[in-house]
């Protein structure tokens, strides 16, 4: 066993990377199993920005508004304007600085990629991994339309997924500057202090605590 | 009448007090025939013997030490959120029921044996793990907080939820058993090129975060075990990505999948959330680690002042950088500040208890506490981060709380301005 799966491990470094295996690691406990291409690609469903991971398809916003009226609809509305407590998908532009923020793919995601991934990944909530490729792409190319992204007869596919510009997609702030506020150096006031104290709040007040 | 504390609270303003000359809130009133010199009514009879519970559980008269959810917070109760019952708590080990849940799509059910774990992109080897793999390797057991970036995120407008559990329950301190990424990963190797990883979940939401390879490498764990047992399905039985000091999110639970590449993957969960917005409409992102906070246990809305006299202050600090090291306490609203005690053990990136003895003579009171840690970080006040950030950040909301006593005992959740 041990030597098999040194062979199969030399074995797929070769055709994994196409050279020499002699740069690679040794293993060090010779635990666990040597993944096949077909058992990766079966979980590898992520999709990057640049729009590596994209699955070959592609679909229009034209034929998007079908499915996503018979997929999304129950909970987001007909055109993305959310049902009860589920999320709107569309609309926000212009409300990110100010006190009520809505936050939507189209005014909030920075990446296309990330609304075709999520949905794939997890969507129709209770059927995960259900929808094909193409109604993936159809689905993202309608919030891409409803958003006023893309128009409704563009071809979205894993060719071009990558290349989509959305609103937002400037809108994030790297690296974290935190700490972001005076740290005292361990050093905090600690006699005759100048703080508020006046109360301008209570929970009690705004009563929405459950109560038990 | 079954014993709850809490209704009991609501309702204390009816009764007088009874029997203890300091007492000024009214709790339960004890049976007098199990008070001395009576012969108590469960001693001349047998109990439960060892056949009966096989798996304990906490006594029927600790029924209301529970998590509890917001209901109204959520469009459905599988992708929610519940809180620990931290009002309750003594130490720093929550026992494992009471850890707060986060789901995106409910607990998923896995049979162990089905369990695997695949690490794949770029790496020397392609691998897959099965649970048994897993426990061969070296292992180590640590304890480390996890608390949601949310914890606190409802009260950044205002004093908003009358509660400990609700304002600061989304953290949970356990013992971890499971092997270092930096250990796994000698069996995989690991390419140059190799930044970021993405963690996934296998549940139904397929939860995705990525990670910097250096965190990964520093502390990392995959953990199949918390406080002796084998994880809890709500926290991902049966393996979970542990991080420690850094936003819960990124534990991914159920885990699935460990892929290495060149660049971040930008998922839903660290874009559209998680990501703190701003006043000026920008957001930062990538905000994972948790800063230093603390938070008054007892006295607190769930636990008001029932005696008059001798009170033992009881609270929880911790920070994503290191090791607390030191908590102050105030009864004044912050004007002034007492040191209180901490209690080891004082590890790195778990929970510390502190406690502060005080005197009471039913006076109003306003509680704080702020935690230091050994990067010499304080405890901000809520209106330094608005400061900086605005209102609407949602995230990393770790604000020194304000519990108002009134004469009464009673404790209520305000904010100070």
């Given at each position: 066993m041990y030597v098999w799966v040194k062979i199969i491990s030399a074995l797929m470094l070769t055709s994994l990377?196409?050279?020499?295996?002699?740069?690679a690691s040794e293993r060090a406990f010779n635990l666990g199993s040597i993944a096949t291409s077909q058992q990766v690609k079966g979980w590898d469903i992520d999709v990057r920005p640049d729009g590596v991971g994209a699955p070959i398809g592609s679909g229009t916003a034209f034929d998007g508004e079908e499915v996503f009226a018979e997929q999304c609809a129950s909970c987001h509305g007909d055109f993305g304007e959310g049902v009860d407590r589920w999320p709107e998908l569309v609309g926000g532009d212009g409300t990110l600085n100010t006190h009520d923020p809505l936050k939507t793919t189209g005014s909030y995601?920075?990446?296309a990629s990330t609304i075709f991934d999520y949905i794939y990944r997890a969507m129709p909530f209770g059927a995960s991994q259900s929808l094909s490729f193409d109604e993936t792409y159809q689905i993202v190319a309608y919030l891409l339309y409803m958003n006023d992204i893309i128009d409704d007869d563009f071809v979205l596919s894993d060719q071009n997924i990558g290349l989509i510009k959305m609103p937002n997609q400037d809108g994030f702030l790297l690296p974290d500057p935190r700490p972001d506020v005076s740290t005292i150096n361990g050093n905090p006031c600690m006699k005759n202090c100048n703080v508020p104290v006046k109360i301008i709040g209570k929970a009690k007040d705004i009563d929405v605590t459950p109560e038990d | 009448m079954k014993f709850s504390r809490r209704n009991l609270i609501k309702s204390f303003a009816a009764l007088g007090s009874v029997g203890f000359s300091n007492r000024v809130l009214a709790q339960d009133k004890p049976n007098p025939n199990n008070l001395p010199p009576n012969l108590p009514e469960w001693t001349p009879d047998l109990g439960a013997g060892?056949?009966?519970?096989?798996?304990g559980s906490p006594?029927?008269?600790?029924?209301?030490?529970i998590r509890r959810n917001v209901p109204w917070l959520t469009a459905s109760s599988q992708s929610s959120v519940n809180f620990t019952p931290l009002q309750d708590l003594e130490g720093i080990v929550t026992p494992n029921g009471l850890c707060f849940e986060r789901h995106h799509g409910g607990v998923a059910e896995i049979n162990p044996t089905d369990y695997r774990l695949m690490i794949n992109g770029l790496v020397d080897r392609e691998m897959i793990f099965s649970l048994d793999d897993l426990k061969r390797f070296p292992q180590v057991n640590k304890f480390y907080f996890l608390e949601c970036a949310a914890n606190g995120g409802m009260e950044w407008k205002g004093a908003q939820l009358n509660g400990c559990q609700y304002t600061f329950g989304m953290v949970h301190n356990v013992q971890y058993t499971g092997v270092k990424l930096s250990d796994l990963l000698r069996e995989t190797g690991l390419k140059p090129k190799a930044k970021w990883v993405l963690a996934e979940g296998s549940d139904t939401s397929g939860m995705t975060r990525s990670i910097p390879v250096e965190k990964i490498l520093d502390d990392c764990l995959i953990a199949w075990a918390m406080n002796g047992e084998a994880l809890r399905p709500e926290q991902g039985y049966p393996a979970r990505l542990v991080v420690p000091g850094w936003e819960g999110n990124m534990w991914v639970k159920w885990i699935r999948r460990l892929e290495f590449g060149d660049k971040p993957y930008m998922t839903r969960e660290e874009t559209s959330k998680y990501t703190d917005l701003l006043r000026n409409g920008k957001a930062r992102m990538f905000t994972w680690v948790m800063e230093a906070k603390s938070v008054v246990t007892s006295p607190s809305p769930e636990k008001p002042i029932l005696y008059k006299g001798i009170q033992q202050l009881r609270g929880l600090a911790w920070s994503g950088k290191g090791k607390i090291k030191r908590v102050d306490v105030s009864?004044?609203?912050?004007k002034n500040w007492r040191t209180a005690q901490l209690h080891a053990p004082i590890m790195t990136k778990s929970l510390v208890r502190f406690t502060l003895p005080f005197e009471w003579r039913g006076e109003e009171l306003l509680i704080q506490s702020r935690a230091i840690d050994e990067t010499g970080y304080v405890q901000p006040y809520i209106q330094e981060l608005q400061k900086i950030r605005?209102?609407?950040?949602?995230?990393?909301?770790n604000s020194i709380a304000t519990w108002l006593v009134s004469k009464s005992g009673k404790v209520d959740n305000v904010r100070l301005g």
């Open positions: 990377i196409g050279t020499s295996s002699l740069e995601w920075p990446y | 060892v056949d009966e519970n096989p798996y006594s029927e008269f600790e029924s209301d030490v009864l004044d609203g912050g605005g209102k609407n950040s949602i995230y990393h909301n």
